[in-house]
């Protein structure tokens, strides 16, 4: 019996914006982030996802250049890989590499090369959905951010942001899907979910990622750089024992907002006030980890003075952690948390906050013990939350 076949993939990389906004004096793709560019680090995202054929759509006179990230992205290959040059306007852009694809593929990922950083994970999850039956796909995050509708400098209203979700690329679509929808466009849209939603098709959602964020403007670039900064070679010892570090993190109540604590949003409680979500659990392990491989400490890589970290959740400051625990030499062995607050309620969630500690931290062995301080100091009163962390890391 025959296997039915796999529908062919095609992406289109969208490179061809000006930059303006980023003030780097070159077009956006070509920009770098450390010994790579913008349409480089783009580039590695998309060859590590299962796409047969891909175009670039490079800045008008710049194709040249598209042509040599490709072929350093791709290790000394070109194939399957057509570059060509963009129009007046993203729409227009992303025509042009529409066009330049194969007939045979049969599902399209249009992808901003400026969503550099973005992982493959997440085209597999887009590619997955339209595999599925889904006509269209693209990637969200929710929008964490309290909103209020503003007129001048007045503020009108509050704006509910439970039915809002902040859209990221790769955005894919059934081909004959998308090439209708701009046989049809009569007007710019600002991406192709909008167009193809304008046709009259649904489009279904799929879990984005905090590394898909749009380089935009020079704070965006800075985080870009931040995030992949190699560790200092200093740092980069070959440690012969399994070394200990501590870890502690307090946080008080009087955010707007939800609670984000261990990892988890906790509905109807009172949120940590900070300059991401206050997750002490998490800043408590990101210390101790930091403190065990002698990397500093969270302020060090995560302080005020990294913009980019404003909001951020466990996930990112985990993520990013166990990465420069990995460029060090380092694997984190595992991790003891007590929580210290009257407030909330861990037993019923500890199994789930364990879980996504350990998911943050690739699979390392997260514990979580929770206690009050009988009605003492400012957890006893209700005020804020303390985590204190226990971290064990081991050579690589």
Do not use: C
């Not at 040249?64 to 963009?86: I, K, N």
Request: hydrophobic share 50%; no cysteine.
């Amino acid at each position: 019996m025959s296997q039915p076949s796999v529908p062919r993939v095609g992406v289109v990389v969208v490179a061809a914006g000006s930059g303006t906004r980023l003030g780097a004096g070159a077009p956006k793709a070509f920009v770098p982030i450390d010994d790579g560019t913008i349409l480089r680090h783009a580039l590695d995202g998309v060859f590590a996802a299962r796409a047969s054929d891909v175009v670039v759509v490079a800045p008008p006179g710049r194709e040249s250049d598209a042509d040599a990230e490709v072929f350093a992205a791709a290790g000394g290959r070109r194939d399957p890989v057509t570059v060509v040059p963009g129009g007046a306007t993203r729409q227009a852009s992303v025509a042009a590499g529409l066009a330049a694809l194969p007939r045979d593929v049969e599902i399209v990922l249009v992808h901003d090369a400026a969503r550099a950083l973005t992982p493959a994970e997440v085209f597999e999850r887009v590619i997955a959905a339209i595999q599925t039956g889904a006509v269209g796909a693209i990637p969200v995050l929710p929008v964490i951010d309290t909103l209020k509708r503003v007129a001048g400098d007045e503020i009108v209203a509050a704006v509910d942001r439970a039915e809002l979700s902040a859209a990221q690329t790769p955005q894919g679509f059934r081909r004959d899907v998308l090439e209708r929808a701009y046989a049809v466009a009569t007007e710019d849209f600002t991406d192709d979910a909008a167009l193809v939603a304008a046709a009259g098709q649904a489009v279904t959602a799929v879990p984005g990622h905090p590394l898909a964020f749009k380089i935009t403007t020079a704070a965006d670039l800075d985080r870009a750089r931040h995030l992949v900064a190699p560790i200092p070679p200093a740092h980069r010892v070959a440690p012969a024992l399994q070394r200990v570090g501590m870890g502690t993190d307090v946080h008080a109540f009087g955010a707007e907002g939800a609670l984000w604590l261990a990892g988890l949003e906790w509905p109807g409680e009172p949120a940590l006030s900070g300059h991401s979500d206050g997750d002490a659990v998490a800043h408590a392990i990101v210390d101790a980890l930091l403190a065990a491989a002698g990397l500093g400490d969270i302020g060090t890589h995560f302080g005020t003075d990294h913009p980019e970290y404003a909001g951020a959740h466990a996930d990112v400051f985990l993520g990013r952690t166990l990465d420069l625990l990995r460029e060090a030499g380092w694997l984190v062995g595992n991790v003891s948390v007590q929580v210290q607050a009257n407030r909330p309620r861990f037993a019923p969630r500890r199994g789930e906050a364990e879980r996504a500690l350990s998911a943050a931290l690739g699979g390392a062995a997260v514990s979580i013990s929770a206690t009050t301080t009988d009605g003492l100091g400012f957890t006893g009163r209700g005020e804020g939350v303390a985590a204190f962390a226990v971290a064990l890391v081991s050579p690589a």
